[in-house]
């Protein structure tokens, strides 16, 4: 089937000057690193020079055929190579809508890139219905030149409903056909598979470079609950969950994509009995709460209002916001 391409990686459509989003790690030929090693490192998923550079001389030294000589003169090709600089870091770093202005506005401005925002809340607040509404407004074009983009969505709950698109694509005016074409969907069943797919997305998003804008996990622990049960296997959970967590962050910086990931709440025993206000936290601890670039919580409001909040950040206001789930998806509280 031909798809409708929202948006075009041809460098020759950068009109303005704009860097590729990323360096093949082919380019290190120039620096005297040959063809045979870079494929070892391809086949070990290091696909870029941020790859590299991401990577461990250890890590580098036990992939097969990478003697530890080798792996200094690749990272010494590396670190020349390397480009990236913070201005120029924050100058392709985007922010996606999530359909309601306030919301966006909560979040600095929507969903942004090379960071990892999360969404908590107890069942029905909404956490789904952002996911899916974020699958459609990736596909517009935004402010400050954001291009649009495809979307990845990984289900670990079996929630997804690619019909759910199609009055949210109306809303927006888009294609119905071309926004689902335009969404990856993949299925996880166990915490391992889900650490596995994530090898895919990887390398789809270097084959397909500069296409990628969003990487969806709804919902990040809800299997690593089911395969992790009881204190004692708490500590080789929470190994696993940092594994994945890191991936999730390079991944959106190597790619410049966002990563959305939703989380459920558990009531803390301990808290119940104090003086705290709110004695529900989100899972998955101090792993997850450092990982996550902003973090907010959701809660029910009147009707289909929804109220969202700013938790834990050091540097952003607390303050929230209140938005409504439609059929259009997301957008602003009715009253
Ligand atoms: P869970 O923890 O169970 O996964 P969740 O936070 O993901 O919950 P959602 O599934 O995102 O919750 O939200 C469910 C809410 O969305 C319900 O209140 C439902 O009424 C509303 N909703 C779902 N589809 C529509 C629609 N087409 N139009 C209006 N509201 C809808
Ligand atoms: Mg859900």
Redesign the pocket.
């Known amino acids: 089937m031909q798809q409708q391409k929202v948006v075009d990686s041809n460098a020759e459509d950068f009109s303005d000057g704009e860097e590729a989003t990323f360096q093949d790690i082919d380019m290190l030929q120039d620096q005297g690193i040959n063809a045979a090693d870079l494929k070892k490192l391809k086949a070990a998923g290091i696909c870029t020079i941020k790859g590299v550079q991401m990577t461990t001389k250890k890590a580098l030294s036990n992939i097969k055929g990478i003697s530890e000589a080798k792996v200094e003169k690749i990272k010494e090709a590396a670190s020349k190579m390397a480009i990236v600089d913070e201005s120029m870091k924050r100058k392709q770093c985007f922010k996606i809508s999530t359909g309601s202005e306030d919301l966006d506005k909560l979040l600095g401005g929507g969903v942004e890139s090379m960071a990892i925002t999360e969404v908590f809340?107890?069942?029905?607040?909404?956490?789904?219905?952002?996911?899916?509404t974020l699958c459609v407004t990736t596909q517009m074009p935004g402010a400050m030149g954001y291009t649009g983009g495809k979307v990845v969505f990984i289900d670990t709950?079996n929630?997804f409903r690619p019909d759910?698109l199609r009055?949210i694509a109306d809303r927006f005016n888009l294609d119905q056909a071309a926004v689902l074409d335009n969404v990856l969907y993949a299925r996880a069943y166990t915490s391992e598979h889900q650490m596995e797919l994530l090898d895919h997305v990887a390398a789809k998003f270097h084959e397909e470079a500069g296409i990628f804008k969003l990487l969806i996990v709804?919902?990040i622990m809800a299997l690593f609950r089911v395969d992790f049960s009881g204190r004692g296997e708490l500590a080789d959970r929470q190994q696993k969950l940092a594994q994945m967590l890191s991936r999730l962050q390079k991944i959106s910086e190597e790619y410049n994509v966002a990563v959305f990931v939703?989380n459920?709440m558990t009531a803390d025993p301990g808290a119940a009995m104090s003086f705290q206000a709110d004695p529900k936290k989100p899972i998955g601890g101090h792993i997850l709460a450092h990982a996550s670039t902003t973090r907010i919580s959701?809660r029910k409001g009147r009707g289909?209002n929804r109220i969202a909040k700013i938790f834990d950040s050091p540097d952003m206001p607390e303050s929230e916001a209140t938005f409504s789930?439609?059929?259009g998806g997301i957008t602003d509280a009715k009253e």
């Open positions: 809340g107890e069942f029905r607040t909404g956490k789904t219905q952002i996911s899916h709950e929630t759910r009055p709804d919902s939703t459920q959701l289909e789930i439609t059929n």
